[in-house]
């Protein structure tokens, strides 16, 4: 910040001779002594007292121009600093105004918690403050610019998310076909249910093994049932190339604004993700796509279907 020039309304501070009416004053002495020590008799007596006299004067006039010049300066350096405060004000409010209450409330919360950690003066926690939020802003303009990815923690948070904020969801059930007899797979299943009903389109391609093939009926009725558009295929019938699309569970979801994710779940508790980055959303798309050579009708595999 620029720290104000010394001048006399510092004059609690500074001393005399750092004063400009005091240098005024003193040179106006000096040249009226001279004066009158070169001259002789009372007619240079008079002409050192005039100079003298003058110079105060004119000290005290200059002096006060100075002081109003700088009054006027100050005046304007506040008027500035009020004009860009005023603006920075605006600009927030207008912010505030056009943001959601809950993110409001988030805004309100974490100042008041920010000052509370600065108000106990602490370097430790106020570089842990300054990392963290370092890391949470990072994280806020990712997610701004569609670039999101999962733990195994927030995925599972994801899994739980209401599936009415879906409009579609396309994908394979690779892994496990026996989790749909769990009462996690059948309360999933449910919830799925009452989605498509109010509008979300599954489609499902659901891979099972050859040799117990007849045994997925009631798997196969249950999903159909539900509304899912299903379709079926024989893990052995996949290529030996392709044996690696069957390695996990793999989704494209669409919500209701548009964003469009990919969802992986694997055996491995690692692998679990759901991402929207571009590659990933192609090479799932990709896969899906290849996987339909080897979808079968679940009709043609089970005829009490039909």
């Known amino acids: 910040m620029d720290q104000p020039a010394m001048d006399d ?3 609690g501070s500074a001393p005399p001779w750092k004063r400009r009416i005091t240098w005024g004053i003193l040179i106006s002495l000096v040249l009226g002594v001279l004066s009158i020590v ?10 050192g007292a005039i100079i003298t ?6 000290t005290l006039v200059v002096d006060a121009q100075f002081r109003v010049g700088e009054v006027v300066q100050e005046q304007q350096r506040r008027e500035n600093v009020l004009v ?4 920075e004000a605006a600009v927030t409010l207008g ?17 008041a918690d920010w000052k509370r950690v600065e108000a106990v003066e602490s370097p430790l926690l106020n570089r842990i403050l300054e990392d963290q939020q370092l890391d949470f802003r990072s994280h806020i303009h990712a997610l701004a610019n569609g670039e999101i990815s999962m733990d195994r923690r927030t995925f599972m948070q994801f899994r739980s998310v209401s599936l009415g904020d879906l409009t579609s969801m396309r994908g394979a059930s690779a892994v496990n076909p026996g989790y749909w007899r769990t009462p996690q797979g059948a309360q999933y299943l449910a919830g799925q249910k009452e989605a498509i009903a109010a509008g979300l389109e599954v489609r499902r391609i659901l891979v099972l093994p050859q040799d117990t093939i007849m045994d997925w009926l009631d798997v196969v009725r249950s999903q159909i049932d539900a509304g899912v558009s299903l379709t079926l295929v024989i893990h052995n019938e996949v ?15 669409v919500d209701r604004g548009g964003v469009q994710g990919a969802l992986f779940h694997s055996p491995k508790a690692a692998a679990h993700m759901f991402t929207n980055d571009r590659a990933k959303l192609r090479e799932t798309e990709r896969i899906l796509d290849d996987l339909r050579a080897y979808e079968h009708n679940p009709a043609d595999i089970y005829p009490t279907l039909a």
Do not use: P, W
Request: charged residues 25%; hydrophobic residues 45%; glycine residues 8%.
């Open 9 to 11: 309304r510092t004059a």
């Open 84 to 87: 860009q405060a005023h603006h």
């Open 95 to 111: 912010m505030l105004f056009d943001i959601s209450d809950r993110c409001r409330k988030f805004l309100v919360d974490t100042a």
């Open 53 to 58: 006299i003058t110079g105060a004067v004119l």
């Open 239 to 253: 290529e030996k190339d392709y044996q690696g699309f069957l390695d996990m569970d793999r989704f494209i979801v």
């Open 38 to 47: 070169i001259g002789i008799g009372d007619t240079s007596l008079r002409l």
